[in-house]
């Protein structure tokens, strides 16, 4: 999957509010993009990803699993590599 210059926002306040879940072992590219969630923007469960993000803006909780960043804030934190 490949997603450029999107909004990813989970909402409705349910028990696990992820921006971006990837439960499935397929490539996931996420360019120039804000993600939202409360527990996790950007989760793998399950042999997901891998997932990497490049330039992103992440609101609220941390991308966790098999996940790479590049050029990525999350909140008020910017890190050039690795995820915030």
């Given at each position: 999957?490949?997603?450029?210059?999107?909004?990813?926002?989970?909402?409705?306040?349910?028990?696990?509010?992820r921006g971006l879940e990837s439960s499935v072992g397929a490539d996931s590219i996420v360019t120039e993009s804000v993600i939202e969630g409360a527990n996790n923007t950007v989760l793998t469960s399950g042999g997901g990803g891998p997932v990497t993000l490049i330039d992103c803006l992440l609101v609220g909780g941390v991308a966790q699993g098999n996940v790479s960043c590049v050029a990525v804030t999350r909140n008020d934190t910017f890190q050039a590599t690795g995820c915030p």
């Amino acid at each position: 999957m490949e997603v450029e210059r999107c909004s990813i926002l989970a909402e409705n306040e349910s028990t696990n509010n992820r921006g971006l879940e990837s439960s499935v072992g397929a490539d996931s590219i996420v360019t120039e993009s804000v993600i939202e969630g409360a527990n996790n923007t950007v989760l793998t469960s399950g042999g997901g990803g891998p997932v990497t993000l490049i330039d992103c803006l992440l609101v609220g909780g941390v991308a966790q699993g098999n996940v790479s960043c590049v050029a990525v804030t999350r909140n008020d934190t910017f890190q050039a590599t690795g995820c915030p």
